[in-house]
């Protein structure tokens, strides 16, 4: 079955550095999001991709995070001064077309992100 | 802006026993609504769903859940749980206007199956 897949599974980072997580969506889904969870928290939305660029974005997403469909296969979430409050698992999910019956987000196994 | 609430933060359940996850969701209109079930180290996994017709959706793994729209509610039951199913679960709604929204979850329920 095909799944999302997303790497490092843990990323160790020092405070003020740049990071870029990975994720390989499932091959023919159109939307992309990125979802981050804070250890002991809910799952957030942060922003999602369609069509080449960003559709929609939370309050969380702001000018330290931005997302990239570099090739064919890949999406990236890139944050570029890292803050001790971005440690948390941060997932990837894709999906097919709205609307249809077999609608559903899928959703890969995380990175930990650990600023410190 | 629409909200989860699962107020139940853990469960404690017998394995061969009953279950409900209760979930209430705050929105204007029906939205989408899922549970997904997050095990230890893994990802999120969808559970079921609900997008409209019957209000009794059955899912993978011998769940179901129920939506009634006069609660605002959208259960998660499981007649008999099986020692595997402890895990975290979470219930999430999705605007049922197209597929750039991303999902709002709740908080989420930590299942322990006692032996």
């Known amino acids: 079955e095909p799944e999302v897949t997303q790497t490092p599974s843990h990323q160790v980072t020092q405070m003020g550095q740049e990071v870029i997580l990975r994720c390989v969506p499932i091959?023919?889904?159109?939307?992309f999001y990125w979802y981050r969870q804070i250890l002991g928290q809910k799952v957030e939305f942060l922003v999602s991709?369609?069509?080449?660029?960003?559709?929609?974005k939370s309050e969380i997403f702001d000018d330290q995070f931005s997302v990239e469909r570099p090739d064919g296969s890949n999406f990236t979430l890139k944050i570029r001064s890292t803050k001790l409050e971005d440690s948390a698992m941060y997932f990837c999910?894709?999906?097919?077309?709205?609307?249809?019956?077999?609608?559903?987000?899928?959703f890969g196994p995380g990175t930990r992100l650990t600023v410190t | 802006a629409q909200s989860v609430t699962q107020p139940d933060i853990h469960i404690t359940v017998s394995e061969g026993a009953s279950l409900e996850l209760r979930c209430n969701y705050s929105y204007g209109a029906t939205p989408y609504l899922f549970w997904y079930v997050q095990s230890p180290g893994q990802g999120l996994q969808l559970l079921l769903k609900y997008f409209s017709g019957d209000t009794l959706v059955q899912g993978i793994k011998g769940f179901e859940a129920e939506f009634k729209r006069s609660q605002s509610s959208f259960n998660l039951r499981k007649p008999s749980v099986h020692w595997s199913d402890a895990a975290e679960y979470f219930c999430a709604v999705g605007l049922s206007g197209g597929g750039a929204d991303g999902l709002t979850f709740g908080k989420g329920t930590h299942l322990i199956i006692q032996p």
């Open positions: 991709f369609y069509n080449n660029e960003i559709s929609e």
């Open positions: 091959s023919n889904h159109l939307y």
């Open positions: 999910a894709s999906s097919e077309e709205w609307g249809t019956e077999d609608y559903e987000q899928y």
